[in-house]
């Protein structure tokens, strides 16, 4: 971050004179709404020093998010000392902040800290931002309990994590819905931006009508993958058991105590599960094999067959059709030696056309 004074004002870019070093600021890093003017004294990021033929060219932004958490340490002392961490920022610049915030003292509140009596901390930096609104949250470990935090002031009823993805369905009462979205979805995006998590906010009614959506889903995929009745596949996805996987390798003793379930028909379940297990491993395996034309071709051996294969080169003509960088891109090999095996492999296109 850095100091300056605006020296003028262009259509394009203003002019910042820092210690007798003028920087641009263009336009497009202005806060918005923001209206600079000849002597105003601002607070920056430098994020660029351009080589031009008039000597090194300083950029200088506004907006970057960067820009709250190094005006938290200038204002708050805690900050500065490392007594408090600022974690993370998101903005929507002019408008509202939100940033996370972390004690490193039990005995010091990091939000309280941050805000200042009678909020004169806080104040201070959304002054320097164009009265820009900010969110303080105290960080946490916990994922769901971060996000019920950022999205504050909704009240959250319940959350669902896919952790796979990255994504969060937050579930919220009618009358809380406008309220965790925010104007023009303002809330949620900065939510997620802060969080670094994916955020479906829904009422309680959408909530379950997706999950009984994901459960036809289930119970259909189940149903074909194992080749049993609907009724059975609808009885395990119930119980939560939503993949071969869960079927296969389970206790049998939990699969046992469903209502309606024997021993037979548990042996059956699990024999059919590990079967399909097996089929779609060796599948998987088919994908990554080369072909017999690959592994023998002329300059070819073993482990670059197979490495192409993995990369889903598994035959002559498939080589054929690569270029030579995406050759060496996919597989790591140094670009001489690809370009000499695309053209051995291009021999035979060579051939019939003489």
């Not at 004179?17 to 202005?30: C, F, G, K, N, Y």
């Not at 805000?115 to 994922?143: C, K």
């Not at 900065?190 to 969080?195: H, I, K, P, Y």
């Not at 300059?299 to 197979?306: F, I, L, P, Y």
Request: contains cysteine.
């Amino acid at each position: 971050m850095v100091q300056g004074v605006v020296k003028r004002v262009g259509h394009r870019e203003a002019i910042v004179d820092i210690e007798s070093v003028e920087a641009s600021l263009p336009r497009s890093t202005w806060i918005d709404r923001e209206a600079l003017r000849n002597g105003d004294r601002i607070k920056s990021i430098l994020t660029e020093v351009r080589s031009e033929a008039r000597g090194p060219q300083l950029i200088l932004d506004r907006r970057s998010p960067e820009l709250v958490i190094k005006l938290f340490r200038l204002e708050v002392p805690e900050v500065g000392q490392g007594v408090i961490e600022v974690l993370g920022a998101s903005r929507d610049p002019g408008s509202r902040a939100k940033i996370a915030v972390r004690s490193n003292d039990p005995n010091i509140d990091p939000v309280g800290a941050c805000v200042g009596i009678r909020g004169a901390r806080v104040q201070s930096v959304s002054n320097e931002l164009n009265l820009e609104r900010i969110d303080i949250i105290t960080w946490t470990e916990s994922p769901a309990e971060f996000v019920i935090k950022a999205l504050q002031p909704a009240e959250i009823d319940s959350i669902i994590i896919d952790e796979e993805s990255r994504a969060m369905d937050v579930v919220v009462d009618e009358n809380q819905l406008s309220l965790a979205i925010g104007r023009g979805g303002q809330n949620v995006r900065l939510a997620s931006e802060l969080t670094g998590w994916e955020l479906n906010i829904m009422t309680d009614e959408a909530a379950l009508e997706k999950a009984e959506l994901e459960a036809q889903v289930s119970c259909e995929r189940l149903r074909e993958q194992l080749n049993i009745d609907n009724d059975v596949a609808e009885v395990l996805v119930e119980e939560g058991f939503l993949t071969p996987e869960e079927v296969a390798y389970v206790p049998v003793q939990e699969l046992v105590e469903i209502e309606g379930f024997d021993q037979e028909l548990v042996e059956q379940l699990r024999r059919r599960a590990k079967e399909f297990l097996d089929i779609r491993e060796f599948s998987e395996l088919e994908k990554t094999r080369p072909e017999d034309d690959l592994l023998s071709m002329e300059g070819m051996d073993d482990e670059t067959a197979r490495l192409f294969a993995q990369n889903g080169v598994r035959s002559m003509e498939d080589l054929a059709e690569c270029a030579t960088d995406e050759l060496v891109e996919l597989s790591g090999i140094d670009e001489a030696r690809a370009a000499e095996l695309i053209m051995t492999a291009r021999a035979p296109w060579f051939a019939e056309a003489q």
